[in-house]
């Protein structure tokens, strides 16, 4: 069964940097299709960033390309969401995701499988 567990999450002010990790067990984290949703309150589930495993790939949403980025420790079976130059909408609870099967859906929250409990980032201007 695989498990993640994300921290890294806080308040910050607008401009800052936080950087969220979510360490995997149960897997390799280099077999799994890695991903990065979040969710603020009122409004659904959006998709933030996703790496394949099988190409190498990575995509964002728009809103946080250039300034947010996914990337893999696999040694440490922990994957990570680099976020600079925050903005008071990027307020939300950020949730990793991991899935073992490929699919080009990697923005739809119903293909991955393994969720983890959550993280806040809570922006301020």
């Known amino acids: 069964q695989v498990q993640l567990v994300e921290s890294g999450g806080g308040s910050v002010q607008a401009g800052d940097s936080l950087r969220l990790s979510c360490v995997v067990s149960?897997?390799?984290?280099?077999?799994?299709?890695m991903g990065w949703f979040r969710q603020a309150p009122g409004l659904e589930r959006e998709f933030v960033a996703a790496?394949?495993?099988?190409?190498?790939?990575?995509y964002y949403q728009d809103s946080v390309k250039g300034r947010f980025t996914i990337a893999r420790d696999n040694a440490k079976n922990t994957v990570y969401l680099q976020m600079n130059n925050l903005r008071p909408e990027d307020t939300a609870a950020y949730y990793c995701?991991?899935?073992?099967?490929?699919?080009?859906?990697?923005?739809?929250?119903?293909?991955?499988?393994?969720w983890g409990q959550g993280t806040q980032v809570t922006v301020s201007s």
């Open positions: 149960g897997r390799s984290s280099s077999s799994l299709h």
């Open positions: 790496s394949s495993a099988t190409t190498g790939s990575t």
């Open positions: 995701v991991a899935d073992l099967h490929y699919s080009t859906s990697y923005n739809n929250p119903r293909r991955y499988d393994y």
